[in-house]
């Protein structure tokens, strides 16, 4: 059942370089921010982690969210592909159940042809979403996630040399496929995965949907084995106090946006972020450094505390969410990550590259 592309793979030795971290990105847009200006800053971050390296530059897809907007990562993944040079680009979480596998396997292999091996799809279920919305996307019979899961890859083999047509249907621009990873936070979702021996890639507070994965991994091929990808959200600065006030401000946004009525306008939002961080939004940002699901700190720290993850979940990537709405402040934490690896940051230097690469 493997849809796959093997090579992109291959796990990686602990100690994780950075070319073995990933990024992931949900567009942030703070109100009075345009759409315009929000996708500038997330193709500038996306820009500063292909010049440092990083393996993939993930668009998770929300909808409905206040001060997130990622909610079309197929048409978000062909702009920065495009804007871009090496960096895989990704969906970090498509909801497989808010549209229709064909639709899904179209629009990424295009993508895949346009862009060859610089694609990939994750794929994850949704779980909670509003009515109004869920109707709005709803596209004909839902189908169970593990149904939905199956047709996709059916219709990616669909242009593998050797496979037929899926029913009547067969796969227009149908070439390589992406590799397909799923989101696999629960350990159904996670056995999901492991039978049909594809890649995941899940949080570091979900160690039983890592265990249940790798105990049901089924191999579908000589060279495929489990393959696991954790995120982290990271906040770094010049020194560990530096980066609590930047993951502090974090809290401040998020939580008094997510605290707003529903009808509130853009100006009364914007009113409602002017007032600075109050003692308990710090309060609560220094509780939060205990979720494991955070790394805040210095370059070290940010280092150390990377090493010490990549060692308890033996992870084969390690998926970084820089947390900020500010694009200056999330390519910094790219950066600041980067040297705390490397200890020498270079750039290479880039070109212009073509809208439709050629194979």
Not at 66 to 84: D, E, W, Y
């Amino acid at each position: 059942m493997r849809c796959d592309g093997e090579a992109v793979l291959t796990p990686v030795a602990p100690g994780l370089p950075v070319s073995a971290h990933s990024v992931l990105d949900v567009v942030p847009q703070l109100p009075g921010q345009s759409a315009a200006a929000a996708l500038r800053e997330t193709a500038e971050v996306a820009l500063t982690a292909d010049d440092l390296g990083y393996r993939r530059f993930w668009i998770g897809e929300q909808h409905g969210v206040r001060g997130v907007g990622g909610a079309a990562p197929a048409v978000l993944a062909a702009v920065l592909a495009a804007r871009t040079d090496r960096i895989r680009l990704g969906a970090g979480g498509l909801l497989l159940t808010n549209h229709q596998p064909l639709v899904v396997a179209e629009q990424f292999a295009a993508l895949a042809a346009a862009y060859p091996s610089r694609i990939d799809l994750g794929v994850a279920e949704q779980r909670s979403i509003a009515p109004s919305t869920a109707a709005a996307l709803a596209g004909g019979p839902r189908g169970t996630f593990a149904q939905r899961l199956d047709e996709l890859c059916g219709f990616l083999r669909d242009g593998t040399p050797g496979r037929v047509p899926v029913g009547d249907v067969r796969l227009s621009l149908a070439g390589l496929p992406p590799p397909v990873f799923v989101l696999a936070d629960q350990p159904a979702t996670a056995v999901t995965a492991a039978v049909r021996g594809l890649p995941v890639f899940l949080s570091k507070r979900s160690p039983e949907a890592a265990a249940a994965y790798r105990e049901c991994f089924e191999s579908t091929g000589p060279k495929v084995r489990p393959y696991v990808a954790v995120t982290v959200g990271v906040v770094t600065a010049d020194s560990d106090e530096g980066a609590l006030v930047r993951f502090a401000e974090y809290v401040r946004v998020k939580s008094r946006l997510a605290a707003a009525g529903p009808r509130l306008s853009s100006a009364e939002l914007m009113s409602l972020l002017e007032p600075p961080i109050t003692g308990r939004e710090r309060g609560r940002a220094e509780r939060l450094l205990d979720d494991p699901a955070h790394i805040v700190g210095s370059r070290t720290t940010v280092a150390a505390e990377l090493g010490e993850l990549v060692r308890e979940t033996t992870a084969d990537e390690i998926m970084l969410v820089p947390l900020a709405f500010d694009g200056l402040v999330r390519s910094s934490i790219l950066r600041t990550v980067a040297a705390g690896l490397t200890r020498n940051v270079r750039t290479v230097p880039r070109y212009a590259a073509p809208l439709i690469a050629t194979a």
